[in-house]
């Protein structure tokens, strides 16, 4: 979904903006603030840097009385006709921002909607022309969704592979259609450990930024793979996380 600011919400790639829907809640009182992850560069989609472009899933689920209970912000972003008034907040967040140097190794790890972020990173590195930026660095993406109909920006990034083969990497992992070797669901963890002792080399060096957006209780599975190597290595696996992210080279935004 693009919004026009009119250039009134300036922000930078992995920052958030807060929506409050219409209307007021069962105790009468206007709805709070929802955050939602920028899914666009500071340029914006159409490049003037007054759009805001953001990516949004209805959420719908059944409770444990039976009842469908329809997610407030969700629901209403989701049922906006084009041209719509809508209340924005921001920007905030300093957590996921995009590292300056344009020769890192930047290591990309998203759940379903929690791709949001990296695609504002991924337009910045290969969409984009900039004086002052150009990215020669590794841009390497593992993308989790349960099916292929619920992969989002594919197209995009294909078409970021075929102009940058050297810099851009992606690997998908589609929960219910696939499976590694040992007949296990192919979760973005499973497929992260097929490449698990190329990726502990990338941790070790300091130009390596690692960050994670999505569903909480991804950083365990990563963790699991990550335990064993740095083992192997004589070297505590959480003591190292603990410096990777006092030195910003890990981040992490999960719900």
């Known amino acids: 979904m693009v919004f026009s600011h009119q ?15 219409d209307g007021i809640d069962k105790n009468g009182k206007p709805h709070k603030v929802r955050l939602y992850s920028i899914a666009s560069s500071a340029l914006g989609d159409l490049g003037n840097s007054e759009t805001v472009s953001l990516c949004v899933k209805r959420l719908v689920y ?8 329809k997610g407030v912000c969700s629901n209403f972003l989701c049922d906006l006709a084009p041209g719509s008034d809508v209340k924005l907040t921001g920007p905030v967040g300093k957590e996921m921002l ?20 990296f695609r504002s990173f991924l337009w910045k ?8 930026y150009k990215f020669n660095g590794l841009a390497w993406l593992f993308l989790g969704v349960p099916t ?5 920006y594919q197209e995009e990034f294909d078409k970021m592979k075929a102009k940058a083969p050297e810099n851009f990497r ?9 499976a590694n070797d040992k007949g296990e669901k192919m979760y973005i963890q499973t497929r992260m450990a097929q490449y698990a002792a190329e990726l502990w080399e990338l941790l070790k060096k300091d130009n390596t ?8 209780g991804m950083e365990k599975g990563i ?4 335990v064993s190597l740095a083992a192997n290595d004589g070297i505590d696996w959480f003591d190292y996380k603990k410096q990777l992210k006092k030195a910003e080279q890990w981040n992490v935004e999960v719900y």
């Not at 890192?104 to 949001?116: E, K, P, R, S, Y």
């Not at 590195?125 to 002052?132: A, L, T």
């Not at 930024?209 to 909480?216: D, I, N, S």
Request: negative net charge.
């Open 7 to 21: 250039g009134e919400i300036p922000y930078r790639e992995g920052q958030s903006v807060g929506v409050i829907a």
């Open 62 to 69: 059944t409770n444990d009385q039976g009842e469908t209970v």
């Open 98 to 117: 995009m590292p300056k140097d344009p020769n890192a190794t930047v290591i990309m790890l998203a759940t379903g909607t929690g791709i949001a972020p």
């Open 125 to 132: 590195m290969f969409f984009e022309k900039h004086d002052d």
């Open 148 to 152: 292929t109909s619920s992969l989002l």
């Open 170 to 178: 992606v690997d998908y992992a589609i929960s219910r259609e696939q």
């Open 209 to 216: 930024f690692v960050y994670m957006c999505g569903l909480k």
């Open 223 to 226: 963790d699991d793979i990550m």
